[in-house]
């Protein structure tokens, strides 16, 4: 793992951006919480190890496909990227919108038993379904969609949610397609409990998760889209 940069907050970066707190850390880079100085509006830049962003390409394939999913409400908006010396390095960091909420993995640890029930559930997929429907309609994919990179902004009668760490590289495939809806099912499917709770889910839960084997879900759902219209005609029976 490369050096920290261990900004503190207070810390002025390029004379634009004040340090808040560090959100994050992981292989390509470190994320902060920054304030825009001059505006007073916060935002996120993302900050790229060097040796993980060699010419600047690691950090040119973000901003390029934040800016091709620019229309999908489910992605963070890409503002603009910028470079500052640091400790005699060139450092790339991309500045987006800061968005406010906890992970997907720290709300659910917060609902009674770790869990949501049934209903919520479905009220979870079909948000997380209708994001990513925008995201394959643009020709892409997410790729590794998970609890700990999915922001939860705001429950109620339906969920607001934001994802993170839109990093695959290459072009998009039909696989790469499927991978994702199979990750929407799973993350359906421990939301409510997992495994434990499994065998007491009603008949239209177990129809959706269908085992969480692969072949099955891809039987009946192939797109994020398909998986959508589903579930806004299923019959609770």
Same mark, same amino acid.
């Given at each position: !793992?490369?050096d920290?940069f261990d900004f503190?907050?207070?810390? @002025?970066?390029?004379?634009?951006? #004040? ?17 825009e ?5 916060e935002?996120?830049?993302?900050? $790229?190890?060097?040796?993980? =962003? ?11 496909? /934040?800016?091709?999913?620019? =229309?999908?409400?489910?992605? %963070? ?5 910028? @470079?500052? #010396?640091w ?7 991309? @500045?987006?919108?800061?968005?406010e ?17 049934? $209903?919520?559930?479905?009220?979870? /997929?079909?948000?997380l379904?209708s994001? !990513?429907e925008? @995201?394959?309609d ?10 700990? =990179?999915? %922001?939860?902004?705001?429950?109620? %009668?339906? $969920?607001?949610?934001? /994802?993170l760490? !839109?990093y ?11 991978t994702d809806?199979?990750?929407?099912i ?7 409990g ?5 065998s007491?889910?009603p ?15 891809l ?14 005609? !299923?019959?609770?029976?």
């Open positions: !793992m490369p920290t503190e907050p207070g810390d @002025v970066i390029g004379e634009r951006y #004040e340090v808040v707190e560090r959100l994050g850390r992981g292989w390509e880079g470190e994320v902060y919480k920054l304030l100085l001059g505006a007073g509006i935002r996120a830049g993302k900050f $790229f190890y060097p040796i993980r =962003n060699p010419g600047g390409k690691t950090s040119r394939f973000y901003a390029r496909k /934040l800016h091709k999913l620019r =229309n999908c409400p489910i992605v %963070i908006q890409y503002h603009t990227s910028d @470079v500052i #010396e400790e005699g390095k060139k450092v790339v960091y991309l @500045v987006s919108e800061f968005v909420g906890e992970t997907l993995d720290k709300f659910l640890s917060r609902q009674p038993g770790k869990r949501i029930g049934a $209903f919520q559930g479905l009220h979870l /997929l079909h948000a379904a994001g !990513m925008a @995201v394959h643009a020709k892409d994919y997410h790729g590794d969609l998970h609890s700990g =990179n999915i %922001i939860v902004r705001r429950v109620g %009668i339906s $969920f607001d949610l934001k /994802l760490d !839109m695959r590289h290459g072009p998009t495939t039909s696989a790469d397609i499927h809806v199979c990750d929407l799973r993350l359906f499917y421990d939301a409510i997992g495994q434990k709770f499994y007491r889910q008949p239209p839960v177990k129809r959706i998760c269908r085992g969480l084997k692969r072949s099955l879900i039987e009946q759902f192939r797109t994020a889209g398909q998986l959508r219209h589903y579930l806004e005609t !299923m019959e609770w029976t």
